[in-house]
């Protein structure tokens, strides 16, 4: 037995201005100098994207001030979506290289959210990452049932399941989040998966074996 799992894995500008009441400062220097501030901003917070996306950065909870705009820009523009593109497109070639076994046991595992469902209208509503992780605000969303789906995974999930994958889901819900996941799921266009995986409450069982 196979099995192939895909994560998918995704600026504050502050400036200095000299009153012209003691000298007049050139336009065109502010200007460059203002250029040159966003110019290493953005080369900052593209490599702190870069290590965050590759899991080379030490434990983080938030984004850097400075790269709250950059953030936006990022997810809310073409880059993110043709970042996701890629990856789909790139799973799917490699998807399509395999060469079944014929037991009818090749798996391939999706994680739900931020690969197959988009958090982010959750993530507008929170700062795009500059506010601390709320589990409890995060639990509200998801009972909310409303993610919707990643347009390139919606497309990979539906070929996987063509070229005749067994799909498991794999999630770091709750169990107790099982039916509004699966509402959601269904609801955004995810069908005919063979497996849905949760977290289970741990402290709960042990009490229940005690």
């Not at 999930?157 to 889901?169: A, C, E, P, S, T």
């Amino acid at each position: 037995m196979r099995i192939y799992l895909i994560f998918l894995v995704v600026v504050s500008l502050f400036t200095s201005a000299f009153s012209d009441s003691i000298l007049e400062y050139p336009s065109e220097i502010e200007s460059r100098h203002k250029k040159a501030a966003e110019e290493d901003v953005n080369l900052h917070c593209t490599t702190w994207r870069f290590a965050a996306e590759m899991n080379n950065l030490a434990p983080w909870k938030t984004i850097p001030v400075e790269c709250a705009d950059y953030v936006k820009d990022y997810v809310m523009g073409k880059g993110y979506l043709t970042d996701l593109e890629r990856v789909s497109e790139e799973a799917l070639i490699f998807a399509r290289s395999i060469e079944f076994s014929g037991d009818g046991k090749d798996i391939w595992i999706f994680d739900i959210d931020e690969t197959l469902l988009s958090n982010l209208p959750y993530y507008i509503d929170h700062g795009f990452g500059l506010e601390l992780f709320d589990h409890s605000e995060f639990d509200k969303w998801v009972e909310r049932g409303v993610a919707p789906a990643i347009a390139p995974s919606l497309k990979l999930y539906q070929r996987v399941l063509d070229l005749g994958y067994k799909v498991f889901l794999l999630t770091g819900r709750k169990e107790s989040h099982r039916l509004v996941t699966v509402e959601n799921l269904i609801n955004a266009g995810f069908q005919n998966w063979d497996k849905l995986i949760l977290r289970y409450n741990y402290k709960q069982m042990q009490l229940l074996r005690l």
